[in-house]
């Protein structure tokens, strides 16, 4: 698989976690991001970072200043440090590349297997 996530937990509202996506070193990531979907609901770009000019990120407006995404080329992984997490961040968080720098539109070639969050009140 070109993307595995991992670092999906239960948790506590006010709890944080650690997202990481492991690229293969085929998968070409101009651009990373990662997506939520929680039941019955559409698919959402949570952040999106830039792969060739690290400092370029953009976030939903739902989760600036909590979440922080972040990618280590050397280790070609890609992280979501998602702090004050609120009951309504619970979802499948996916992670997404391409050679297109899409943001935080749903149009990725690349997608990993997702790993839930549940976060309780």
């Known amino acids: 698989a070109p993307l595995v996530e991992s670092g999906g937990d239960s948790v506590q509202a006010g709890g944080s976690l650690k997202l990481s996506c492991r690229a293969s070193g085929s998968t070409y990531r101009a651009c990373m991001a990662w997506f939520r979907q929680a039941p019955g609901k559409e698919r959402e770009g949570v952040a999106s970072i830039d792969g060739e000019e690290i400092g370029r990120t953009r976030y939903a407006d739902s989760v600036k200043g909590r979440f922080t995404i972040t990618l280590d080329n050397a280790k070609n992984t890609l992280y979501l440090q998602m702090n004050s997490l609120k009951p309504e961040d619970t979802a499948m968080y996916y992670c997404?590349?391409?050679?297109?720098?899409?943001?935080?539109?749903?149009?990725?070639?690349?997608w990993g297997q997702g790993t839930q969050v549940t976060v309780s009140s």
């Open positions: 997404a590349a391409d050679r297109i720098n899409w943001w935080l539109l749903p149009k990725y070639d690349y």
